[in-house]
């Protein structure tokens, strides 16, 4: 993004960054020390507003971060013991998301940057997700492979260093997240249903249902989730709605899903000839596929990274961190408010 105008401080080798997440359904406001790494994090959740819909409201979300960013903003000074004057630059989603939602966190981050005369920078929503495990003890190095699950994306990057990444395969329909979401809804677990399903899945027993893998037969690293949501649908409605026969129908579309997925990693690998594996966003928690993907990595002898659970889902430190980077190597945001709701990670300026 282009440079701001001469009212900003002059960039410093040190940096405490607030980060402000609004994408979509959860507001998530960290403080990250680019010294003393991640100084605090809150995050509010607006599942059980939404879920009286059956999924995602864009006009109620957006309410609701304008509701809840500045309370939470005055939660996390307080955690990390900090003030506003203490803070270095401010980093925000700029997309890809809810037009509406993004709006709220870039203009109060903006405002706040311009209150204090600190820079500001605008971060891609999956950047986050994609760096989010370097927020742990112990980092991935590049370069390496990496493994998006998220909302709307399920996607193959090849990350050869910091800001250059080069997309591999991405979902062509349904995102494996909206498959969840809908697979549980048909088994009438509300939503979001991803985790539920997941639940449910441990009672099941396998082989009862064979759900297919798709394109797994063809070359390429791209995925489709819309057929395997459709032999869901025929499976339930000829089936009957005992407790047995839904958790089996669960089991049978989770290993259909981790095993495409693992598939495609394996592909991945091959391809880029990386040994390092990066799994994040929100279907990354599922524990399925972490251990599916943890057995791959001893195969091909390759190190896997997560990020710790509450990582996995939409959050501020992750975009704290990104902005951090990106400040520190002197980019920043222009104080006009833009919002970028359809950014492919590809369209990343290189730092």
Known sequence: MPDSNG????????????????????????????????????????????????????EL?????????????????????SELKDIDGIAYTAGPGLVGALMVGASVGQSIGYALGVPTIGVHHMEGHLLAPMLEKNPPDFPFVALLVSGGHT???????????????????????????????L????????????????????????????????????????????????????????????????????????DTLAIKVK?????????????????????????KLKALSKEEKVKVFFPRQEFCTDNGAMIAYVGCQRLLRGEKSNLGIKVIPRWSIEDIVEA
């Open 155 to 185: 996607q193959l990057v090849k990350v050869e260093k910091f800001g250059s990444y080069e997309l591999m395969g991405d979902s062509l329909d349904d995102a494996v997240g909206e498959a969840f979401d809908k697979t549980a809804k």
């Open 7 to 58: 009212l900003l401080r002059e960039m410093q080798s040190e940096m405490r960054i607030l980060g402000i997440e609004t994408s979509c359904d959860e507001t998530g406001v960290a403080i990250f020390d680019s010294e003393k790494g991640l100084l605090a994090h809150k995050l509010y959740s607006q599942v059980k507003m939404h879920a009286e819909y059956g999924g995602v409201v864009p």
């Open 61 to 81: 979300a957006s309410r609701d971060h304008v509701r809840k960013i500045i309370p939470l903003l005055d939660a996390v000074m307080k955690s990390a013991k």
């Open 187 to 258: 088994l009438g677990l509300g939503y979001p249903g991803g985790a539920a399903l997941a639940k449910l899945a441990e009672n099941g027993k396998s082989g009862r249902y064979i759900f297919p893998r798709p394109m797994v037969n063809r070359p390429g690293l791209d995925f489709s989730f819309s057929g395997i949501k459709t032999f869901a649908a025929n499976t339930v409605y000829s089936n009957s709605g005992d407790s047995q026969t839904k958790a089996d129908i669960a089991l049978g579309f989770e290993e259909a899903i981790v």
């Open 267 to 291: 592909r991945a690998l091959k391809a880029s000839g990386y040994k390092t594996l990066v799994v994040a966003g929100g279907v990354s928690a599922n524990q399925s596929l972490r251990k």
